[in-house]
């Protein structure tokens, strides 16, 4: 079946600046969303859950998430790394969120198709926060999306405080089984880590994610798994 353009649009457009430096226009007016990873699915229902209309197998959070899941009312598209296209076009969105590098794979050929696709790939807190206003004011919930982030930055600080009376300990995120992948020092989870008192031992990896061998995962040494 071939893949479905997006029906011409009469709203208004405007133009955002998504993480990776694209410019794309997107509908003033966004009413379906589809998610490419449980990060924006989960940043997309704590604002207006409705509106999400596609999400991945891996979408745990929050709650009112899965239970539209479990209602068929959010379609799964696959995950991360094998998203299903057909599936996607399917649902007609009128905003799809992917993250980093790894998901151009995706992002190409959706914008070739005329759909607006938005990178989020925070690396840190500024820009988790930076995201977060972006996507409330896309689905007009700015008051919303300010109030999330200041309960965070609250429970956040508790968080780090703690961390600082403790010894750092050496951590291996895993991401994926068969072929181990694992998480660099350019990703969010990397800052996550550091800042709740880990290190990453796989923190020089050139990419915000990649695939290693078992014996080098054993040469390193990780405390935590």
């Known amino acids: 079946m071939p893949l479905l353009r997006p029906p011409t649009a009469l709203a208004v457009e ?3 600046v998504d993480d990776l430096g694209f410019t794309v226009s997107v509908k003033r007016d966004i009413r379906r969303v589809v998610s490419l990873v449980p990060t924006n699915s989960e940043m997309v229902c704590l604002l207006d859950c409705e509106r999400l209309k596609g999400g991945t197998r891996y979408d745990r959070f929050p709650e009112e998430l899965v239970r539209r899941i479990q209602r068929k009312q959010i379609d799964i598209i696959g995950g991360g790394f094998d998203a299903n ?6 649902l007609q969105p009128d905003l ?3 993250n980093g590098p790894t998901q151009q794979r995706f992002a190409v050929p959706l914008k070739n198709l005329g759909y607006s696709v938005v990178s989020l790939w925070p690396r840190d807190m500024d820009g988790l926060v930076k995201d977060f206003l ?3 004011e896309l689905l007009g919930q700015e008051r919303k999306a300010q109030s999330f982030i200041h309960d965070m930055r609250q429970r956040f600080q508790t968080i780090t405080a703690k961390a600082k009376q403790k ?3 050496r951590a291996y995120l895993q991401m994926w089984t068969e072929p181990l992948i694992t998480v660099g020092g350019a990703s969010f989870t990397d800052w996550l880590v550091s800042a709740a008192g880990g290190v990453n031992i796989f923190a020089d990896l050139a990419f915000d994610s990649g695939q290693i061998g078992l014996e080098s995962l054993i040469q390193r040494n990780p405390e935590v798994l």
């Open 14 to 16: 405007r133009s955002v």
């Open 85 to 90: 296209l057909e599936k996607i076009v399917q």
């Open 167 to 169: 010894p750092k300990k």
């Open 134 to 136: 972006l996507l409330g």
């Open 96 to 98: 799809i969120l992917t």
